[in-house]
């Protein structure tokens, strides 16, 4: 499901009273003195690697190069979503680690935020014995002297993990003074046995290019699993593959809807040009399925006559 880009352009965006802001409803089914800093300056702090398949192994250690810290977890050869080889946690005793770890630099003057995603499956799930122990994605932003200035979080996957194999990402914002990062994934302390593969990284830079595309996470990529910034109502749920991508948004019975809103000023635009991709099989019902947008005015209430 893809949104296109909106034209800019000079004029009001709505006949009859003026509409200021315009709202998107879309997809209806009915992070030491002078000599410590100049060692710093010393450190090589390699960047990530923009996609980790898990598949190199040269030492032969069972451990994916640039990993570390394992604990529970083996490299198993066969059946994983982004190569052959995948990692799994295993663990039967609350409290017990299962995780594995990595790190990699990033300076937070240059870079804004760190965009990770990973394929996950999960089975028999139990929580470990003290709260946060729960199969889960940890990341640490250290910034001079290793001091922690920030941290963040993708989970808990207790309930949303299943069988089958699910792509997860999301965007963490970097601190200013951020120099390193440390992650860290497994089940945390949890039971049960989780698997991940696929993991990727991606710097976004402080001066990311602009973009005329008025809709946030339009393709379903950030989901932790639920799409970030988007609100399901009904059965509608955040699913792998999609079209050209990693995800897509499901929906399985009547009156399931996904909604996102857009609060911008519209008079600077002479027109908005919306974009959608979908497939649909077994209908049933005359109410059918639809996508639709409306213009709000200055109260935030929708102006009647506009709706599309």
Not at 207 to 231: I, K, M, Q
Not at 255 to 271: C, H, Y
Request: aromatic share 8%; glycine share 16%; net charge neutral.
């Amino acid at each position: 499901m893809n949104h296109d880009r909106a034209a800019g352009g000079q004029g009001d965006g709505a006949p009859g009273r003026l509409a200021r802001y315009f709202a998107l409803v879309a997809c209806c089914l009915l992070g030491l003195g002078q000599a410590a800093q100049a060692q710093e300056e010393l450190i090589e702090r390699p960047p990530p690697a923009p996609f980790d398949d898990l598949e190199t192994d040269k030492n032969n250690d069972g451990i994916p190069d640039g990993w570390y810290n394992a604990r529970g977890v083996a490299l198993v050869k066969e059946g994983g979503a982004a190569g052959p080889k995948f990692l799994r946690f295993t663990n039967d005793r609350p409290g017990r680690p299962a995780r594995l770890s990595r790190a990699f630099g990033v300076d937070g003057k240059h870079v804004e935020a760190v965009i990770i995603g990973l394929w996950i499956r999960g089975k028999n799930i139990g929580s470990g014995d003290r709260e946060g122990a729960d199969p889960s994605l940890l990341i640490d932003f250290l910034g001079a002297e290793l001091k922690q200035l920030g941290r963040g979080m993708m989970g808990p996957w207790t309930r949303s993990l299943s069988g089958r194999w699910v792509h997860v990402a999301k965007r963490f914002p970097v601190p200013i003074g951020a120099k390193d990062a440390i992650m860290s994934v497994g089940l945390i302390g949890a039971t049960g046995t989780l698997d991940v593969d696929g993991v990727s990284i991606t710097l976004v830079p402080r001066e990311e290019e602009s973009t005329t595309n008025l809709v946030v996470n339009g393709d379903f990529e950030l989901g932790d699993p639920a799409p970030a910034y988007w609100r399901l109502t009904g059965e509608g749920k955040r699913t792998s593959p999609g079209f050209r991508s990693t995800s897509c948004v499901s929906m399985e019975r009547g009156r399931s809807m996904i909604i996102t809103g857009v609060g911008i000023p519209v008079s600077g635009f002479e027109g908005l040009v919306l974009s959608i991709t979908a497939r649909h099989s077994g209908l049933r019902g005359a109410g059918g399925v639809y996508a639709a947008f409306f213009f709000v005015d200055e109260r935030g209430l929708p102006m009647p006559g506009h709706e599309r």
